[in-house]
């Protein structure tokens, strides 16, 4: 009956605590990008960052706290935290790389790769 009080008791304190401090208990997201993607860009919008996370995924090469590869929402998420932006369900995104024409499946990396390539040649 003693150890009942004493947990009750306790309990209440936490309570207390968290009603009379409740900014300790608040759990804020702490990170806060201040990068952005233009949604609808020709070459690196939306579905191009969808393409680059269903790269990374089908590579199982990104992994989670586990030690296991990242799950495609997870990357995602990720991606959405970093760009400021909403794939909504990010399985319907990758859905429409794989309705484009083949040669235009990857033209986000195609883009990136081209820029790279471009760099180079312009430091030679």
Do not use: W
């Amino acid at each position: 009956m003693q150890k009942a009080i004493a947990i009750i008791d306790s309990e209440l304190v936490l309570l207390e605590t968290r009603f009379t401090h409740p900014e300790r208990f608040v759990k804020e997201q702490t990170f806060k990008s201040d990068l952005y993607i233009i949604p609808k860009s020709k070459d690196l919008g939306i579905i191009a960052l969808a393409e680059i996370v269903e790269s990374l995924y089908l590579s199982q090469k990104i992994l989670n706290n586990e030690g296991k590869p990242a799950s495609k929402s997870l990357i995602g998420d990720k991606f959405e935290l970093i760009f400021n932006v909403s794939f909504g369900d990010i399985s319907d995104k990758t859905c429409e790389i794989y309705k484009r024409k083949p040669f235009n499946r990857t033209k986000a990396l195609d883009f990136l790769r081209n820029m790279i390539i471009r760099k180079d040649k312009e430091t030679r």
